[in-house]
């Protein structure tokens, strides 16, 4: 398979693929497909932005794993763990004083900063990736 297509592959797959995701998510948890798609045709706006830049993110690592696979070996376990590390002990410390309903509240009130929060740092990685990725191409 030529770059051209299979770049385009991936872009399209991880672009669809979330969205797909984000759908089938929200239909389980409602037990309505009908709710499902017409909350994302109310978010529309933040979620096909974010799942372009998605898209983007996985074209670009992809581009940048042909070009130099050690560096994204060792940079991709190091920032999952370090995530994991570093965020998952504070959802342990809050959820026991949370009821479910509490929890629910409050990402229903947020709900819009949270997917703008999302769509500013989707987009700040995408411009690291491509970075990273001139900077590769002028070795």
Known sequence: MNLKLKSFAIFLSAFLGLLLVNIAIVAIL???L???LEQFLS???FL???ALGFGLQALLYSLIKEKNSLMIMGSGSMNTGTMIACCAHHAAD???FLAIGGISAFFVSTQKYLLA???VLNWLIVIYLYRKLIKLRNL
């Open 30 to 32: 409602s037990r309505s």
């Open 34 to 36: 009908d709710f499902a």
């Open 43 to 45: 978010l529309k706006l």
């Open 48 to 50: 096909i932005p974010i």
């Open 94 to 96: 809050i959820f026991p």
């Open 117 to 119: 929060g999302a769509l």
